[in-house]
């Protein structure tokens, strides 16, 4: 079985690719279930990945990052998710909150933050979503208050991503609560700051290595020079703006897990036997797998053109949506096939298509639902 090599690929993209399959295959793939034990990456981990020059891949130099563009973190991507892994947020870090910070913060803020980013020894999160506020960000309730020379941040998030080892947490805020979309701000808040509390790391259905948190806000006061941007109220504007890389970067995790579990499948089909034969054998697992290759193929051809578009500049939301919207419902119908051919080994957590089957379930509700994904798409048509 050959992997169509993409059109977005060059031979400095293929020594990235080379770097990122050693690291994971040394650092991420032996200690895959001591991640999942212990509900969080080994700490050194972001260390060791800033040492080799896999954090903020896309980031320019002059900031510590590699300079390199989307595709570096698409490699990434794809080869966290080629060893079986779904517990290192090294996405998040890289290809969205280190994006913020370069897109709209001032240049002392960028100074100070994304060498430690590029490095491993700052950890990034971004915190949007409230226990009583999902995909409706207008009307979330953490909010801002200036004092002097700081700001008071008052309220809690939950379901964030990085949340037990973050170092930096890029916050969704009110600073006007009467007003809605212009009422939003993103706040830098660093998790040493007084008030700052974690709560547990949620136990969730899948990703079960990551570890996803709560985050709680008594009273922190932070720098008035914390505020993302010139002016309060760009918040909304900032997230809308950063939202289709963020898409595009689960849709690019989808088609690499769709790919996995073809790989995986297709050895396991090959190698288990029943009724004297391999698995293989039988016409109905000829055609299911038939049926998934061809799920992937037209997958991996989208985000592909999407990767395109993305790195001429050309990625609009619409599209963004579409891609998130088709790679995460198709991953998990690929995930549900591929189990089913595993029969009850399937449904064992020792094997990794159980693991991605439970994974790849939240795809398709964080960075805005499927519903949400049909709402914007439907507004362009």
Known sequence: ???????????????????ARTFCEKEIKPHIETFIADKHVDRQLWNRAGDVGLLCLS?????????????HEAILIEEQARVGDSSWGASLHNGIVAHYLLAYGTEEQKRQWLPQMASGEVVGAIAMTEPGT????????????????????????????????????????????????????????????????????????????????ELFFDNVRVPVTNLLGLTEGQGFLQLMQQLPQERLLVGVSNVAAMEFCLAETMTYVHDRSAFGRPIWGFQNTKFKMAEVATEARVARSFVDE????????????????????????????????????????????????????????????????????????????
């Open 306 to 381: 999407c990767i395109q578009l993305h790195l001429a500049g050309g990625l609009d939301i619409p599209t963004a949506a579409m891609v998130k919207l088709w790679c995460s419902e198709r991953a998990q119908r690929v995930a549900d096939t591929c189990l089913q051919m595993h029969g009850g080994y399937g449904y064992m957590n020792e094997y990794p298509i159980a693991r991605i089957w439970a994974d790849m379930r939240v795809s398709q509700i964080y960075a805005g639902t499927s519903e949400i994904m049909k709402e914007i798409i439907s507004r362009s048509l």
């Open 134 to 213: 999902g995909s409706d960000l207008q009307n979330i309730k953490t909010k801002a208050v200036r004092e002097g020379d700081d700001y008071v941040v008052s309220g809690s998030k939950t379901f964030i991503t990085n949340g037990s080892q973050a170092d930096l947490v890029l916050t969704v805020v009110k600073t006007d609560p009467d007003d809605r979309a212009a009422g939003i701000s993103l706040m830098l808040v660093p998790t040493s700051a007084e008030g700052f509390s974690r709560g547990r790391v949620l136990d969730k259905i899948g990703m079960k290595g990551q570890d996803t948190s």
């Open 59 to 71: 980031i320019p130099e002059e900031y510590g990052g590699g300079g390199g563009t989307f595709a």
């Open 1 to 19: 079985m050959t992997t169509r090599r993409s059109a977005w690929m060059n031979d400095d993209l293929d020594d990235v690719r080379d770097l």
